[in-house]
T-cell receptor, first 112, second 111 residues
Framework: AQSVTQLDSHVSVSEGTPVLLRCNYS??????LFWYVQHPNKGLQLLLK??????LVKGINGFEAEFKKSETSFHLTKPSAHMSDAAEYFC??????????FGPGTRLSVLP | SQTIHQWPATLVQPVGSPLSLECTVE??????LYWYRQAAGRGLQLLFY??????ISSEVPQNLSASRPQDRQFILSSKKLLLSDSGFYLC??????????FGPGTRLLVL
């Protein structure tokens, strides 16, 4: 069975400061891991994905995530937050593209 | 690349009325298709998924049903809506690249 934990339900940062959104997972298989962003009243947009290639994954809008098997983590980072980054972020784990398990989400607020 | 269409974008329906939400996919063949519901302030709940025409799996017992009459068409239905059916409904597809892509969503308000 798979599961995803997003340790923070809400993260607040100032514009221009780094962003760290935490995600831990459990999976019986070699997982695929994803981060999605959802702006209010919009669908989910894929930010980045890890599928057993390079452990440091670069995504869109300056985001990146590092897969750490020993820590079962896949934290999302960005060096400098922008106001437009304010949104809900979901970490997702998948076993071979069949079942997708979503974390509960982290709401990111960016203060001016 | 694939594109997912959902309509309507917003829907207000009275309790007890029927429902039909449509999702169509372009740019891919034989995808896995999914319906999720997102209630206010909560995460995503998988409702149905389909691996092919006429093949529907239900994840939770509920007032809703799904059908897949064509390869790239996925319909979510109800005969009688409940207040608890209100939410944001998202259609998703998984093409061969094993990544899930989402449509723009339909916001349903049941009054």
């Amino acid at each position: 069975a798979q599961s995803v934990t997003q340790l923070d339900s809400h993260v607040s940062v100032s514009e221009g400061t780094p962003v760290l959104l935490r995600c831990n997972y459990s999976s019986s298989y070699s997982p695929s891991l994803f981060w999605y962003v959802q702006h209010p009243n919009k669908g989910l947009q894929l930010l980045l994905k890890y599928t057993s290639a390079a452990t440091l994954v670069k995504g869109i809008n300056g985001f990146e995530a590092e897969f750490k098997k020993s820590e079962t983590s896949f934290h999302l980072t960005k060096p400098s937050a922008h106001m437009s980054d304010a949104a809900e972020y979901f970490c997702v784990v998948s076993d071979r593209g069949q079942n997708f398990v979503f974390g509960p989400g982290t709401r990111l607020s960016v203060l001016p | 690349s694939q594109t997912i269409h959902q309509w309507p974008a917003t829907l207000v329906q009275p309790v007890g009325s029927p429902l039909s939400l449509e999702c169509t996919v372009e740019g891919t063949s034989n995808p896995n298709l999914y319906w999720y519901r997102q209630a206010a302030g909560r995460g995503l709940q998988l409702l149905f998924y389909s691996v092919g025409i006429g093949q529907i799996s239900s994840e939770v017992p509920q007032n809703l049903s799904a059908s897949r009459p064509q390869d790239r068409q996925f319909i979510l239905s109800s005969k009688k809506l409940l207040l608890s059916d209100s939410g944001f409904y998202l259609c998703a597809c998984t093409p061969v690249m094993e990544t899930q892509y989402f449509g723009p969503g339909t916001r349903l308000l049941v009054l």
